[in-house]
């Protein structure tokens, strides 16, 4: 850890990141557009490619509407052979580079029948369904306690922030429940009308480690989904990563523009 953050603080002199985000598939388009400092994670130790279509793999420092943040441009999964533990090492970064507040994105199948591909979803709450969790092994104390709370993940006050903005923007943004599993493969029409049981509104394969490590070490955390496509078994056609990365270029705008208008309020 020590030898990443001297690296990254070599490259960025005095800048400290007060708010961190981490842009989910096809998002990253966000943190192109800001002017700052950027170091590709082939370039940092103890970072890992990204080998995701729509996951440029960049560690971003920019100061955005008035606030200092840190973009991952990308992430790794439970999929690409990573463990939890390295998933969610960026996460431990952050919150030693100084950031308190973490906004996570992702592109998620929608499981509501309410939604439909190209609406934006706060995140309310999650369901771990990865069979693990990054906080298995020994406890850092330092970061947190052995057993952290989790009644409270994605905060209230972040989320007023998010729904006020999307008011005042004319965005229509869902609220759901977000379920994560471990992919590659896409869930079945049958596990679909599982999670739907279990009052899972949107599946994917990211996020939630990276919720669960922030929510341990102190930082504040706020998740939006971007629902790309409607999960298997709910509309008649196949689904392919293609047409998710297609989709969140779509909406990117909304995106942006909500995102950014959070940054400002926070």
Do not use: W
């Not at 994670?41 to 490619?49: D, L, M, S």
């Not at 922030?214 to 078994?233: E, K, Q, R, Y």
């Amino acid at each position: 850890m020590s030898e990443t953050i001297d690296y990254i603080k070599s490259i960025i002199d005095n800048f400290e990141p007060e708010i961190g985000l981490v842009l989910g598939s096809g998002l990253g388009e966000l943190a192109d557009e800001v002017n700052g400092k950027r170091i590709p994670y082939c370039e940092i130790p103890g970072f890992e490619n990204s080998t995701v279509q729509g996951h440029k793999g960049s560690l971003v420092f920019a100061k955005v509407n008035g606030k200092k943040c840190v973009f991952m441009q990308g992430r790794y999964h439970f999929y690409e052979g990573h463990t939890l533990q390295k998933i969610t090492f960026p996460i431990r970064v952050m919150k030693e580079l100084g950031v308190k507040t973490l906004i996570l994105t992702n592109a998620a199948g929608g499981i509501n029948p309410n939604f439909k591909g190209g609406n934006l979803m706060l995140i309310t709450d999650h369901i771990n369904m990865l069979g693990t969790n990054p906080l298995i092994g020994m406890n850092n104390d330092t970061f947190g306690p052995r057993f952290p709370d989790m009644s409270e993940v994605y905060k209230k006050r972040l989320r007023d922030i998010a729904k006020q903005q999307a008011h005042i923007l004319n965005i229509d943004l869902k609220e759901g429940v977000y379920v994560a599993s471990s992919g590659p493969s896409y869930e079945t029409p049958a596990e679909v009308k599982m999670l739907a049981i279990l009052g899972a509104d949107a599946c994917g394969m990211s996020t939630v480690p990276e919720a669960i490590i922030a929510n341990h070490c102190g930082i504040d955390v706020l998740g939006i989904s971007c629902i790309t496509n409607m999960a298997a078994g709910i509309e008649n056609k196949p689904l392919c990563h293609e047409e998710v990365v297609e989709q969140a270029n779509k909406i990117k705008s909304d995106f942006k523009n909500l995102i950014l208008s959070i940054i400002e309020n926070i």
